[in-house]
């Protein structure tokens, strides 16, 4: 089942949301029902207060079939910075560049209740960073350094290909 975004401004995606402490099935309908969203409207990471539930889950998927269901996350570890740019489904129309870590040690909880950890690098970092953002209550735009506009978009991304 698709869920419907919030759109911002809404108040439930500034809540910090509350952490899971048993994964019954309807935690597992969450994550099934997240990625379905997700995909439905080309994200390539959603997190649980984005459709209004108010609970620490969120699915990442920056490379087909490559897909993190990540449950209770937290960022234990992390190295460099990197600049580039960010857009929301929750936020549609909206793009910047935002500061990040280059790379993130993650542990979370898997849909079967296992511990992983797992070492992201740049694009998948810098997703992992903007999703556990939402589980805490916070937006890309309260971090972005520069907003591109939608028209630009693509110049921009072809001029600081190499950066």
């Known amino acids: 089942m698709r869920y419907p975004i919030l759109i911002h401004p809404n108040d439930k995606l500034k809540r910090v949301a509350q952490p899971i402490d048993v994964i019954t099935d309807e935690t597992i309908t969450l994550l099934d029902n997240l990625y379905e969203t997700m995909v439905a409207n080309d994200g390539i990471g959603i997190a649980a207060p984005q459709v209004g539930q108010n609970k620490r889950v969120a699915i990442v998927e920056v490379d087909e079939g490559e897909k993190f269901e990540l449950i209770n996350p937290e960022i234990i570890d992390a190295k460099g910075e990197s600049i580039d740019v960010e857009g929301c489904l929750s936020i549609p129309h909206v793009y910047g560049t935002v500061k990040r870590f280059d790379e993130v040690t993650v542990r ?5 209740g296992e511990e992983i950890e797992v070492v992201a690098f740049g694009y998948l970092a810098r997703a992992f960073q903007h999703e556990i953002d939402h589980l805490d209550g916070i937006l890309f735009v309260e ?5 591109i506009p939608e028209a630009e ?9 190499d950066d």
């Open 143 to 147: 971090k972005m350094i520069e907003q």
């Open 108 to 112: 979370y909880y898997d849909r079967e």
């Open 153 to 161: 978009l693509e110049e921009y991304m072809e001029e600081h290909l």
